[in-house]
């Protein structure tokens, strides 16, 4: 049964450039009313599809931290009432944007069990900050930081990008030694990319969008690689990298093909082998947990091929890979039996490499992943 769950918080302040995620300008939303349904849906499935225990809690957005105080107390301590009354979460991450997190949101993360925080930097440039449409500056990043050490929390993610417009890599250099000055023990670095509607995609499409090239951008990802190795950092994902200890849990299940709740508009969920899509509207949302307890709009039952084949792209997205035994115990049969073919092909291309009980990409594959991840789709 799932031991993990997400929590979709889909307001926001500002909406940046580049986010496709589902989300909403705040002002005039029915966040009240949100957060009643959040605590009728999270009551409702755990009713119907009993879990052993949640141990790890994401929640994420649009922007938590948009909410005011008293609302975010109350997200906060329902879900804490809900997915854990008991016992406590062995990983309770909250994200946060550095303009809107005040002392008084990390006391009410303190007393609601919160102990991790991913913070939502993706700079520390302010040009490019501007650039992608970043409501905050290096100041507001140092001062949140600030404010996070004083509260005591030690496990903190600092979210960055790379390949942004005009971006060059004495910026990034730049960048990844003010995270690492911070003894940040986790990061998460993306590259940017652009998607249908998006303020980035329509100014693509004018031709007003000045990206570094395919060129550029392998160059800066084996920059981020090197510095964050050589600095303790283990790369233990594509995109993220941790002091050993540090790793994140709860993408960590994602990754592992493991089952998980997803609570919220827009959000989904996995739960023996059928996924669920919930209604992204924040409106209708509220609207489907009146009229019904849930807000499905999307259900469709994952069949064992596609169980297998999930299995080995997400898992292979981990610097450990997969496990070949674990591939066997889950579902009764070999790796090599089902996907013998696209192995094959993709170990003499030298984009992964089968070693004893492990199939992990190889440094090429780590640059041509997606390409990779096709193969099992």
Request: aromatic share 10%.
């Amino acid at each position: 049964m799932a031991r993990a769950a997400y929590v979709h918080i889909p307001f926001c302040e500002h909406i940046c450039h580049y986010c496709d995620f589902n989300k909403y300008f705040l002002n005039g939303q029915p966040v009240d009313d949100y957060l009643t349904s959040l605590a009728i849906e999270m009551t409702n499935a755990l009713r119907r599809y009993p879990s052993e225990g949640i141990e790890t809690v994401y929640i994420g957005g649009g922007t938590p931290t948009a909410l005011n105080e008293v609302q975010f107390s109350r997200l906060l301590h329902g879900i804490r009432e809900r997915l854990a009354p008991s016992r406590g979460i062995s990983e309770f991450t909250v994200e946060a944007n550095p303009e809107n997190l005040t002392k008084t949101k990390l006391t009410t993360m303190k007393e609601a069990g919160v102990n991790r925080i991913s913070l939502g930097v993706q700079s520390f440039e302010d040009s490019l900050l501007a650039a992608v449409g970043r409501p905050h500056t290096e100041k507001h990043v140092h001062d949140a930081i600030e404010l996070i050490s004083e509260a005591g929390f030690d496990n903190v993610s600092i979210d960055l990008m790379f390949r942004l417009p005009g971006q060059t890599r004495e910026q990034l250099a730049s960048t990844l030694e003010t995270a690492l000055s911070y003894g940040t023990k986790h990061i998460s670095i993306y590259s940017l990319q652009v998607e249908p509607r998006t303020v980035f995609y329509n100014r693509l499409k004018k031709g007003r969008l000045p990206l570094p090239d395919e060129d550029a951008e392998a160059e800066m990802y084996e920059q981020i690689i090197e510095t964050l190795g050589s600095r303790g950092l283990r790369q233990y994902e594509i995109s993220n990298f941790a002091v050993p200890g540090y790793e994140s849990r709860h993408n960590t299940m994602y990754w592992q093909n493991e089952d998980y709740y997803g609570f919220g508009a827009g959000a989904h969920g996995y739960l023996k082998n059928v996924r669920r899509v919930n209604a992204g509207w924040t409106k209708k949302y509220i609207r489907l947990i009146k009229e019904k307890g849930d807000a499905f709009v999307e259900e469709s039952r994952v069949s064992l091929r596609e169980q297998m084949g999930d299995h080995l792209f997400l898992g292979l997205r981990m610097a450990d890979g997969v496990s070949r035994t674990g591939f066997f115990r889950r579902f009764g049969v070999r790796a090599e039996e089902v996907f013998g073919g696209e192995l094959e092909t993709l170990a003499g291309r030298k984009w992964i490499e089968v070693a004893d009980d492990r199939i992990f990409l190889t440094k090429k594959g780590l640059f041509l992943g997606n390409e990779v991840f096709q193969a099992f789709v």
